[in-house]
Structures are given as structure tokens and as C-alpha cells.
């Protein structure tokens, strides 16, 4: 295709968010272009899917795609991420389904503001401790009652499953030496944090930039996934490890893709993360969901802010 002189879509010609397919999963497939549609062939056949409607095309393993294909996708305003079995795991992804900067910037602003970025510590903190007051807490105090709850929900479900519980306890390098409640829990929390990556780049954020982990390139990975873990990861792993029917690793992490599916936790968690970083803003305002049009490009300003973009400024003479 000569792209030379090739106009983009604008975002007014795009079909809006909320009027897509959250995301359509695909393997062992490979995937081209007809016209403004891309095919997924398999041994079965070929099957046709407008570009359009796609809100995110998740392409797992087997999975080949063609150059047009991507080239349709991302003039479609669709992402593309490449992730593990049923999306369990996160590889690397396309174009952010954002049109704007917002999200970025406010987790930015947020991030590098020593009490903006306490608030949002401590809203994350709030999400897991329902019903309690940590807003004058320090990260201190938060970080030891965390630890408790932590220390609890893992003695909680060991006697549920009548399984012996130490302490969490992994080595990255050496799996086979972990006990089976400790490789189920590394491959839960494995594919937990695959999906919520997903999610994130999706939104436009960084998962860089955490605030109660700090200076690894998936800090706020962590810190999103850190959530759902007592109500997700823990309990599954738990239960694999009780029922020890086959290797622990693969039998974890496709328990694990049904909970996220059975319980919509990408959508959830796109929620919880513009709760945390616009708390102040309407919903409806946001262009992911709302589908409205911020593909403007303005210039900053020390004063004002912003101002317009495309304008030439200063004398003509």
C-alpha cells in the first residue's frame, strides 16, 4: 500500500468505545486484511471481522499477522497486544486505545507529587481494606497492616484446604523448589499480572509508574495487581495446590483465566485505575468510554498552562 499522502481516519470517523467489542481473543490463527476487515483462518476456515468494531485484538499463542492487517488495526483506532494462552500472560502491545495524554499525565503528576502520590497510596490501600479510615495513615502503618491481612488471608485459606503453610517463599530461577502452594501462587500472580499489564497499556498508562512500588519497569503493574490478589490468586492457588491433578503450573493459570473472565475483571480494573488517577472526574467524560474526540495537540505553557497548537506564534515581520 502506497502510504505516501495516506490520510490517518480522524477519531470523529471511528467507531466509539462503547459501541465495540471490548476484545476479541485469537490463536493458532493467522490473521490478514480484506478491505476493511481482518480474517482469522484456521484449519476450520476463515473468518471475517470488521477492523472497526474491535476494541482490542488480543493475539495469543500461534498466532501469525499480516503487515496490512496491522496497518488496518491501528488506522481503526484498535490496539493489538500480544499475550499468553487466554491472555494470562502480557508480551508486548500496539497503539493505546487512549486518544489523549490525560491518563498519562495525570498518573505522572500524581506520581511525582510526594502528597498526590500519598493519596493515591493511600486510595489503593482503602480499596483493600473496605470499611476502614486509612486516610491518616503513613506508608508505614499501611505497609504493616497490609502485611497482616496478607499473613492472614494465607493462613485463612491454608486451613480451609487443611494444606501446611510456612511463608511465601520462591525463587525466580529455581520453580521446582518451591513447595506446590508456592508454584501455584508465582503462576496466579504470574498471569494476574499479564492481564492487568494489558489493561494498563490499553489506558494509555505507564506501567512504570507506581506508588507504592517504585523503580521497576512494571511498578505499577504491581501495585494495580496487589488488589485482587486475596480475592483471586490466593484462593486459586490454594485450591490447585489442595487438589494436586496434574502439573500445577498450566492447571493455575487456566483457573485463573476463567476467574478473570467469570468475574470481568479487565473491565474492573480499567475502572479502578481512572478512579485512581482522575477521582474528580466524570465517568461519561472519559474518551475511552464516552468515545468523545481529544485528538487535539496543544503547546504547554508556564502561565496558562496550554495553548493552541498549529498556530505560529511571535512577529511575522
Same mark, same amino acid.
Given at each position: 500500500?502506497?502510504t ?12 466509539r ?7 476479541i ?5 493467522v490473521?490478514?486484511?480484506?478491505? %476493511? ?5 484456521d484449519?476450520?476456515g476463515?473468518?471475517h471481522?470488521?477492523a ?5 485484538l488480543?493475539?495469543?499463542p ?23 494462552e ?9 497503539? !493505546? ?15 511525582? %507529587?510526594?502528597?498526590?502520590?500519598l493519596? #493515591? ?7 483493600r481494606f473496605?470499611?476502614?479510615?486509612? !486516610?491518616?495513615?503513613?506508608?508505614q502503618q ?5 502485611g ?8 485463612? &485459606?491454608?486451613?480451609? *484446604?487443611?494444606?501446611e503453610w *510456612?511463608?511465601? %517463599?520462591?525463587?525466580p ?7 506446590p502452594? %508456592? ?13 492487568? &499489564?494489558?489493561?494498563?497499556v ?5 506501567p512504570?509508574l ?6 521497576h519497569s ?9 488488589l485482587?490478589?486475596?480475592?483471586? *490468586? ?13 502439573d ?7 483457573? #485463573?483465566?476463567?476467574?478473570l &473472565? ?12 481512572r478512579t ?13 468510554? !464516552? ?6 495537540v496543544?503547546?504547554w505553557?508556564?502561565?496558562? #498552562? ?8 511571535g512577529?511575522?515581520s
Open positions: 500500500m502506497n505516501i499522502g495516506y490520510r490517518p481516519t480522524g477519531p470523529r470517523e471511528l467507531v468505545a462503547v459501541d465495540r467489542v471490548s476484545f481473543y485469537l490463536e493458532r490463527t490473521v490478514n486484511r480484506d478491505s %476493511n476487515a481482518i480474517t482469522a483462518t484449519e476450520r476463515t473468518v471481522i470488521p472497526a468494531s474491535v476494541g482490542a488480543l493475539l495469543g500461534g498466532t501469525t499477522i499480516t503487515h496490512q492487517a496491522i496497518t488496518l488495526m491501528a488506522d481503526s483506532g484498535s490496539t493489538v497486544v500480544w499475550v499468553g487466554r491472555g494470562v500472560r502480557y508480551y508486548a502491545h500496539g497503539s !493505546s486505545l487512549a486518544r489523549s495524554a490525560r491518563m498519562l499525565e495525570a498518573q505522572a503528576t500524581a506520581v511525582t %507529587n510526594r502528597q498526590a502520590r493519596r #493515591v497510596a493511600r486510595a489503593m490501600y482503602a480499596m473496605p470499611g476502614e479510615d486509612v !486516610s491518616r495513615m503513613a506508608m499501611l505497609r504493616g497492616r497490609e497482616a491481612r496478607v499473613r492472614r488471608v494465607y493462613r485463612d &485459606h491454608a486451613e480451609r *484446604t487443611g494444606l *510456612t511463608r511465601r %517463599n520462591y525463587n530461577e529455581d520453580w521446582d523448589a518451591g513447595d502452594v %508456592n508454584q501455584a501462587l508465582s503462576a496466579a500472580n504470574s498471569a494476574l499480572y499479564g492481564a492487568v &499489564h494489558a489493561v494498563i490499553a489506558l494509555g498508562c505507564s512504570a507506581g506508588f507504592i512500588h517504585t523503580g512494571r511498578s505499577f503493574v504491581y501495585d494495580v495487581a496487589d485482587y490478589k486475596a480475592e483471586l *490468586t490466593i484462593p486459586i492457588a490454594f485450591d490447585v495446590a489442595a487438589e494436586q491433578e496434574g500445577i503450573g498450566p492447571l493455575t493459570r487456566r483457573a #485463573v483465566r476463567d476467574a &473472565h467469570d468475574g470481568k475483571l479487565l473491565e474492573r480494573c480499567a475502572r479502578d485505575i485512581l488517577l482522575l477521582p474528580d472526574e466524570d465517568p461519561s467524560t472519559d474518551e475511552i468510554t !464516552s468515545g468523545q474526540d481529544f485528538d487535539d496543544a503547546l505553557d508556564e502561565y496558562v #498552562v496550554t495553548v493552541r497548537g498549529g498556530v505560529a506564534y512577529d511575522a
